[in-house]
């Protein structure tokens, strides 16, 4: 199984991310200076402005042609406070070993509450129809416009 593990993060410690399989792509999304020595890991400077989904957002539009090499693109906030930290670690490594199975359909009716750039202006665009439109925008003109705005 392909994972690719999506972090955004302004200051936490995110230590955790040693705890993933050692092959699990992980990209970090920083708005301050943060280094890590992980195999398979990028970090990505932001600037201090919007919340996570301009990370996740930023990410799609910046790697969009190659994110069909990932079973599984799993975006998250450095500390997920809204469930286990530790069931979270071993239920991912537990994908990436093909021990557990996630149906993740229901995602495209879940909406964005924020705009482009990451601010939550609660712009209700359904997902679907966001990713719908990046396909309707397949020239590079406009995939390239996309990418200045965030």
């Not at 600037?47 to 910046?62: C, S, V």
Request: overall charge negative; aromatic content about 14%; some cysteine.
């Amino acid at each position: 199984m392909k994972i690719a593990v999506v972090i955004n993060r302004y200051n936490e410690n995110i230590d955790w991310i040693q705890r993933l399989d050692k092959d699990i792509s992980v990209y970090v999304y920083t708005k301050t200076d943060y280094s890590i020595d992980r195999k398979n890991t990028q970090v990505i400077k932001l600037d201090n402005y919007g919340r996570e989904a301009l990370a996740y957002i930023k990410h799609i539009t910046n790697y969009y042609d190659t994110l069909t090499y990932y079973d599984y693109l799993i975006c998250l906030q450095a500390i997920p406070d809204s469930y286990d930290l530790n069931e979270m670690i071993e239920r991912i490594n537990r994908l990436y070993n093909g021990y557990e199975q996630f149906n993740f359909e229901y995602l495209s009716n879940l909406r964005i509450d924020c705009d482009l750039y990451g601010n939550p202006q609660h712009a209700n665009i359904p997902i679907k129809m966001f990713i719908e439109k990046l396909i309707e925008r397949n020239d590079y003109e406009s995939t390239n416009k996309l990418r200045e705005l965030l």
